[in-house]
T-cell receptor, first 117, second 111 residues
C-alpha cells in the first residue's frame, strides 16, 4: 500500500464551486505539504504544516485553505474554484523529528489532477 | 527570495551519450535534492546533497553540489531509454522543511 495517498485522483469542477482535496499518510511523518504543479513552473508550495497546530502559508496560498485534522491527514480546500487553479496537486510529507541530521527528504503522493471549467 | 533555475529545460539525447543537467540557486543553502518524475506519475527522490563537494552516484546517475558556486549537477553516463523522465532539483531554504523547486528538465533518450 502507498505511504502517501491522495483523493480524489482526478476531479472536474465548475467555476465557483468549493472542493476539497485530501491527503493521508502512514509514514508517521510530522510535516506535510501541499504543492501545485504547472507545466514549465516546477512545483510551487501552497501551504505547509509542521505539526497539527502549526500551519503556514507557502508561496501561492491565495484562494486556498487547509486543515490538518490529525498528524496523518492534511486537506486542501478551494473555497471558490477558478479556471487558473487547474493544475496537478501534490501532497508531500517529511520526517523532521526522526530525520538524520537535516536530511529531511520529502515524499510525494500520487497527485490529484484538477480541472476547473 | 530563493530562486532555483535549471538548464536546459528540454534535453533530447541518443542512447549511449553523456549529458548534464545544471541547477543554479540564488541564496546560500546546505540542502539540495534531486527528484525524478515519470509522465503522469509522482516525484521520486533520487539524491540528497548536504555539503559542499558532496557527490552521490546511483547506477548511471551522479549528482554533485558546489555550495560556493550555488550549483548542482546531475550527470548521466551512457544514457539509456529508461532514464527518459522529468528531473527536478529542489533547494532547502532557511526554514527546514521548505523547498524551492526548479522548473524541471524534460529528458528524452532516443534509441
Amino acid at each position: 500500500d502507498a505511504d502517501v495517498t491522495q483523493t480524489p485522483r482526478n476531479r472536474i469542477t465548475k467555476t465557483g464551486k468549493r472542493i476539497m482535496l485530501e491527503c493521508s499518510q502512514t509514514k508517521g511523518h510530522d510535516r506535510m505539504y501541499w504543492y501545485r504543479q504547472d507545466p514549465g513552473l516546477g512545483l510551487r508550495l501552497i501551504y505547509y504544516s509542521f505539526d497539527v497546530k502549526d500551519i503556514n502559508k507557502g508561496e501561492i496560498s491565495d484562494g486556498y485553505s487547509v486543515s490538518r485534522q490529525a498528524q496523518a491527514k492534511f486537506s486542501l480546500s478551494l473555497e471558490s474554484a477558478i479556471p487558473n487553479q487547474t493544475a496537478l496537486y501534490f501532497c508531500a510529507t517529511s520526517d523532521f523529528s526522526g530525520s538524520r541530521g537535516n536530511q529531511e527528504t520529502q515524499y510525494f503522493g500520487p497527485g490529484t489532477r484538477l480541472l476547473v471549467l | 527570495e530563493l530562486k532555483v533555475e535549471q538548464n536546459p529545460l528540454f534535453l533530447s539525447m541518443q542512447e549511449g551519450k553523456n549529458y548534464t543537467i545544471y541547477c543554479n540557486y540564488s541564496t546560500t543553502s546546505d540542502r539540495l535534492y534531486w527528484y525524478r518524475q515519470d509522465p503522469g506519475k509522482s516525484l521520486e527522490s533520487l539524491f540528497v546533497l548536504l555539503s559542499n563537494g558532496a557527490v552521490k552516484q546511483e547506477g548511471r546517475l551522479m549528482a554533485s553540489l558546489d555550495t560556493k558556486a550555488r550549483l548542482s549537477t546531475l550527470h548521466t553516463t551512457a544514457a539509456v531509454h529508461d532514464l527518459s523522465a522529468t528531473y527536478f532539483c529542489a533547494v532547502g531554504g532557511t526554514s527546514y522543511g521548505k523547498l524551492t523547486f526548479g522548473q524541471g528538465t524534460i529528458l528524452t533518450v532516443h534509441p
